[in-house]
Every structure is written in C-alpha cells, then in structure tokens.
C-alpha cells in the first residue's frame, strides 16, 4: 500500500494507526515531508536530517542558515498554550502583546497582507509579540526588520528560510520557536573533497544531536 503523506492531517491519522500496532517503531518516509510540520509536537518525537557537505560557498551558507535556528529558544508555557489556543490552518499571523490582549490575526500570507503592516507601524512603540504560521522569508524579514520592539516567534525551526546573513546578525528582534522536537542525529554526505569536516550544533538541551559521515 502506498501512503502519501502531504497533509499534516493525514500525517497525524498514520502516526495514529500505526501506534494501534506498535508500541514503538521507527518509520522512514521514502520521500518529502513539508517543512511546515516535520518539527511539530503532534508530528515528530524525534527526527534526523541529512547535509551535503561541500566546499561550494552557497552550500555552506545553506548549512549555516538551516542549523543556526537550532539554538532558538521554546516560548514559555503560558504563550505556548495561549498560541495552541487561539491559532488553526486559517491564521497565518498573530499579533498580542505581554498581558496576551490578541492585537490582529491575520488570515492571509503574510508579506501580502498590508493590514499586517498597519498593525505593526501602529503598535510600533509597544512590546508584542507575533506568532508566525508560515516560513520567514527574505522578503517578509525585510519587512519585519524595521520592528525592534517586536518578538518573533516561529512554529519551528524549519520555518526560517533566510538566506541574507548579514542582515540578519544585524537586527535585534529576537526570535523564539513554537515547538522544538529532539533532533537525534544529522547525517553528512560529502560531494568530491575528503577532507575532514567540523560540524558544531548549538548546544540545546532540546537539540541535541549526533553526527555521522557518509
């Protein structure tokens, strides 16, 4: 039987019908899995992932930029259950501030949605918050950036998918996760050197991790 699992809907129905016949497995998906929701509680216990180590200078920074958001921390339990709460598939933004007073939700993309904007310029002066359901881009961080007061938080570390290193070292918004799962291990594939390769992961209790050459 084949199984294709694009929703993350029917990825929690499979994870549920497997768990009716095995206390524990380990399950390997021969194929893609969205980015969206490989980091989420209900998806993944724990999971690996796959570099192509390579002395290309692109490579390198897509590597860069894939494990730096290891190191971000999880929210606290009360902004975590005041987000699971109040967030579904329609909801690609939330803003709140401190007391958890919601400011705006926005149902559309986000770097589309001009009254995401409005709402970032009028509350400019205060601390809040924005939960993000929907990968952070460059484009969106751009549009972001000029926010310093604002908290950024993702729905895993999946979802950031910025290329400008620079820029990004450079803005002060801090950036927490929704979820963060245990990552076990992160194997490397080499493309022609042999020479020998150093890999630091952040040092995260929630990320920690082997590392294995192949």
Request: charged share 25%; net charge positive; hydrophobic share 40%.
């Amino acid at each position: 039987m084949a199984i294709f699992p694009s929703y993350w809907k029917d990825q929690i129905k499979i994870k549920e019908f497997l768990g009716s016949y095995f206390d524990q497995a380990n399950i390997l998906l021969d194929g893609s899995i969205d980015r969206q929701f490989i980091a989420s509680e209900e998806i993944s216990d724990e999971f690996y992932f796959s570099l192509l180590i390579t002395e290309r200078l692109e490579q390198i920074k897509k590597i860069k930029n894939l494990i730096r958001p290891l190191a971000y921390e999880v929210v606290v339990p009360p902004i975590k259950s005041f987000i699971k709460k109040h967030s579904g598939d329609q909801e690609k933004t939330i803003i709140f501030d401190e007391s958890l007073n919601i400011i705006y939700k926005g149902l559309e993309i986000s770097f589309l949605d001009k009254n995401l904007l409005t709402q970032l310029k009028k509350n400019a002066t205060k601390k809040i918050y924005i939960y993000l359901n929907g990968a952070l881009t460059n484009h969106l961080w751009e549009m972001l950036s000029p926010f310093k007061n604002l908290t950024l938080i993702l729905n895993s570390f999946t979802q950031e998918l910025i290329s400008h290193l620079p820029q990004f070292k450079e803005n002060s918004i801090k950036k927490l996760l929704l979820n963060q799962v245990k990552l076990s291990g992160i194997f490397l594939r080499e493309e022609t050197s042999k020479k020998s390769i150093s890999v630091v992961i952040p040092e995260k209790e929630a990320c920690l991790a082997s590392v294995n050459i192949s």
